[in-house]
């Protein structure tokens, strides 16, 4: 990158505090975000007047919940570059979950709009909220060598763990697979939950004997507390999760590649849906269960 500059789409629970470890790290970060009251808690971010006004930065981010309100908020950002072509090396860097076949149709579209001087990168993370206010995550990039260590600075802003998983799309594909795990994982934990409430045993205990063995995970350190506590308060929408699922099979059918869990775990996403639980956290995965039982447990005080 030749300035300091960056463009950023997006200031959510995740894009926020990634704006503002960006400006911590000496970025001069110019954001866009559909609400004003994001800026309030962001001092040194300047405000954009709209996407197409950042048009001419180095970078641009957009941290939105999937590709179709990236697609709806770069319109008037690619009609302008219509009019006048970006600099060459221009990037626009995706780092919501996306579809990798999708984020690659959007990449044509930049590549067209912009005369060729723009591209796009996907850069999907991994690390939550927590990671994302700590400066902590993981990114995994989609893009040609160039560009990549192009945009290293950039992304070591963020995170901690960077890797270049091969061109456009790859980094898509790669959170499919985190998010695979991910969800099966916090699925899982959730029934074992359920089971061992369910017959008079202490889901704490059972948690903190299996965080010392095998079945221990980062999955389990992070999302264990919250299920054992039944503490839903939003960290991340659950209703991503289903999204996500639909990510993996749709990629594992374009690779002939056989998704059983993933099938069965996006199903029962599709029916926390369904339940009215998806605005709340992924945790919240163990109420979807409970409710499926033979006799439903209520979804407490602190379910929030």
């Known amino acids: 990158m030749t300035t300091n500059r960056v463009g950023f789409v997006g200031l959510g629970l995740m894009g926020a505090p990634m704006a503002s470890n960006l400006a911590g790290a000496g970025w001069n970060v110019t954001a866009w975000n559909r609400s004003d009251a994001a800026f309030e808690a962001l001092p040194g971010i300047n405000r954009a007047a709209s996407v197409?006004?950042?048009?001419?930065?180095d970078a641009i981010i957009f941290m939105l919940p999937d590709l179709p309100f990236i697609e709806e908020a770069a319109a008037e950002l690619l009609e302008s570059w219509g009019s006048s072509a970006p600099r060459?090396?221009?990037?626009?860097?995706?780092?919501?979950?996306?579809?990798?076949?999708?984020?690659?149709?959007?990449?044509?579209?930049?590549?067209?709009?912009?005369g060729g001087n723009a591209a796009v990168v996907d850069a999907p993370v991994s690390g939550g909220t927590a990671g994302a206010q700590s400066g902590t995550l993981a990114i995994m990039v989609g893009a040609d060598e160039g560009t990549f260590e192009q945009l290293g600075p950039l992304f070591q802003a963020m995170g901690t763990t960077v890797r270049r998983m091969g061109p456009l799309g790859s980094g898509s594909l790669a959170k499919a697979c985190n998010q695979l795990?991910?969800?099966?994982?916090?699925?899982?934990?959730?029934?074992?939950?359920?089971?061992?409430?369910?017959?008079?045993?202490?889901?704490?205990?059972?948690?903190?004997?299996?965080?010392?063995?095998?079945?221990?995970?980062r999955v389990?350190?992070?999302?264990?507390?919250?299920?054992?506590?039944?503490?839903?308060?939003?960290?991340?929408?659950?209703?991503?999760?289903?999204?996500?699922?639909?990510?993996?099979?749709?990629?594992?059918?374009?690779?002939?590649?056989?998704?059983?869990?993933?099938?069965?775990?996006?199903?029962?996403?599709?029916?926390?849906?369904?339940?009215?639980?998806?605005?709340?956290?992924?945790?919240?995965?163990?109420?979807?269960?409970?409710n499926l039982g033979r006799t439903p447990v209520p979804i407490t005080s602190n379910s929030n």
Not at 99 to 112: A, C, D, I, K, M
Not at 197 to 216: K, W
Not at 247 to 270: E, K, N, Q, R, W
Request: glycine share 10%; aromatic share 4%.
């Open 88 to 114: 060459p090396g221009t990037a626009v860097v995706v780092m919501s979950s996306v579809s990798p076949t999708g984020v690659q149709r959007f990449g044509e579209l930049v590549h067209q709009a912009s």
């Open 181 to 217: 795990i991910v969800g099966t994982t916090t699925a899982a934990l959730a029934e074992a939950a359920e089971l061992a409430e369910r017959s008079g045993m202490d889901v704490g205990a059972l948690f903190e004997v299996l965080s010392g063995g095998l079945a221990g995970s």
């Open 52 to 57: 197409a006004a950042l048009r001419d930065e």
């Open 220 to 290: 389990l350190d992070n999302v264990g507390p919250r299920l054992a506590a039944k503490d839903y308060t939003p960290t991340g929408p659950a209703k991503f999760m289903h999204k996500d699922l639909g990510f993996v099979i749709a990629s594992a059918a374009a690779a002939g590649s056989a998704t059983p869990i993933a099938s069965a775990a996006h199903d029962l996403y599709a029916e926390l849906k369904r339940q009215g639980l998806g605005d709340q956290d992924l945790a919240v995965v163990r109420q979807a269960i409970a």
